[in-house]
């Protein structure tokens, strides 16, 4: 019995005490930086005394051949400049530290850095930023494709990303059109032996299906693995992602960061974030840019230990801090922002009851509707805005409409593997899990699938591809009847921003 009471107690507590933690990112580098040995891990000989923060597998960088880049690392105090090099990902990685060294290896590239900033950290470490240009080497060009970002410095061993790095032929920021596929909730290692394998057989299938439509920009948006505290399964989920044809984003989900109702409420990130660090990078907010859009991940928190199936949220700063993105967007110029996060602001359970409010299952638990304000703010300063999100299991997107004095998020009626645009330049997509159903009898939980996004018109535009419900799963297949995008009849009792 007091055992229960107390039980109780805790889940009361972490789901109205608990705060969600700040993205803010001197912050996270501080914390990254005073756990640097769990970051970073190696013997003492081999530990690197600069630490790589982007790009990394997940957050890479994206940039015309022969242009300059920017490389950002971790300095402990005393640290040497680093040396690096860029390697095509079947290079061997002895090669990598011949190269390293000096030595002329094929399809391995040497960088020039030259110091661009220094933040100060704690104890003398340092948040350093390089400017990084491949070094000209006859007969040694580097054609467009993904390559390996090698770090190394003296005395110890090499950081090899994978596919961090990313050249095109064209300036990547003059594209004119930019299709992003969205992936979530992969959740390798969930189940058995058969359900775990079984899903990444799909995985694999959808990864193929998507290297297929040759998108310029992946996103996958969190709970890439079911128990984030398990040690290893991010570097499969890693393993699987590696085989898509294009630079893939990702931020964590509430599963990556842990995993398990009775266990404590979350007041520091521990081991689930060490590990997706560790495959992935160690980012809470980050901007990628592509085709004049800024991409902008960040963390929606851990999970609130109750049965709505929420997350923390957001912090208010973390909130100044995406506002800061959007009103920075707007500053320069930019086509629009691409936010994406694990869960989404809003989650309809059913369309028929208030469809235009958050919801009550699903979703972030604080500061969701100041988020949306942020994002309809973006819109009316002229930029396309849209938010990616995953966590309910099941795909939905939201048109920004007027109703009457008020603007109001409704969610489309139906899907298709179609590319329909939105009916404005705002708009929320939730993509449902990429290799297994959600919840049961929720048409648009069955299955398994993802989104596809193509920004550079008027509107943005979206198609989702849901496989295993009998369903078309390419746009040749459907009826010309069923292209036509609908939401439904909004009731008087709605109630929006």
């Not at 980050?286 to 609130?304: E, T």
């Not at 298709?416 to 959600?438: D, E, K, N």
């Not at 648009?444 to 509107?459: C, K, P, Q």
Request: glycine share 10%.
């Amino acid at each position: 019995m007091l055992r229960t009471a107390l039980l109780s107690l805790l889940l009361l507590c972490s789901a109205a005490c608990l705060k969600p933690l700040p993205l803010r990112d001197e912050l996270v580098m501080a914390e990254v930086m005073r756990r640097y040995d769990d970051f970073y891990p190696g013997k003492p000989t081999e530990q690197p005394d600069s630490g790589l923060v982007r790009p990394r597998f997940g957050v890479p960088v994206i940039a015309q051949t022969g242009a300059a880049f920017s490389i950002e690392v971790l300095a402990q105090p005393g640290a040497l400049p680093p040396q690096a090099v860029l390697l095509r990902p079947d290079v061997r990685a002895e090669d990598g530290l011949r190269c390293l060294r000096g030595e002329p290896v094929s399809q391995c590239f040497v960088l020039q850095l030259q110091e661009e900033a220094r933040r100060p950290l704690p104890q003398g470490s340092a948040w350093v930023s390089y400017r990084a240009q491949v070094q000209p080497a006859p007969q040694q060009t580097p054609q467009p494709g993904g390559y390996d970002l090698v770090l190394g410095d003296a005395g110890t061993g090499m950081q090899r990303s994978p596919q961090s790095v990313w050249l095109r032929s064209e300036d990547p920021e003059k594209l004119t059109r930019v299709r992003v596929a969205h992936l979530s909730d992969l959740h390798v290692g969930k189940g058995n032996t058969r359900t775990s394998a079984e899903i990444l057989g799909r995985l694999f299938q959808i990864v193929t299906e998507i290297n297929q439509l040759q998108p310029d920009l992946v996103v996958v948006t969190g709970d890439l693995v079911h128990r984030g505290q398990t040690e290893g399964l991010q570097l499969g989920a890693q393993q699987v992602l590696r085989h898509v044809n294009a630079p893939v984003l990702v931020i964590m989900g509430n599963h990556d960061i842990e995993f398990g109702f009775f266990r404590a409420p979350v007041r520091r990130y521990g081991a689930g974030w060490v590990h997706f660090a560790q495959a992935f990078h160690p980012l809470l907010h980050y901007s990628v840019p592509i085709g004049g859009y800024d991409f902008v991940g960040f963390d929606s928190g851990p999970a609130v230990r109750t049965l709505r199936v929420l997350t923390r949220g957001l912090h208010r700063d973390s909130l100044a801090t995406l506002r800061n993105d959007v009103d920075s967007a707007v500053a320069r110029g930019r086509r629009g922002v691409v936010m994406f996060s694990h869960a989404p602001s809003r989650a309809v359970l059913n369309k028929s009851i208030n469809p235009t409010g958050s919801g009550f299952f699903g979703r972030m638990d604080q500061g969701r509707a100041e988020f949306e304000r942020l994002l309809i703010d973006g819109g009316r300063q002229g930029l396309q805005v849209l938010h990616l999100a995953g966590h309910t299991h099941w795909s939905d997107v939201f048109d920004l409409v007027p109703r009457g004095q008020r603007m109001n998020f409704l969610p489309w009626r139906d899907s298709s593997p179609c590319l329909r645009p939105l009916r404005g330049s705002v708009g929320i997509v939730t993509t449902q899990a990429a290799a297994h159903a959600g919840v049961s009898g929720k048409r648009n939980a069955r299955g398994y699938g993802f989104s596809l996004i193509e920004l550079g018109g008027d509107v943005p535009k979206v198609a989702t591809v849901q496989h295993g419900v009998g369903r078309p799963t390419e746009c040749a297949l459907v009826e010309p009847a069923d292209l036509a995008q609908r939401t439904p009849v909004v009731p008087p009792r709605s109630i929006g921003l």
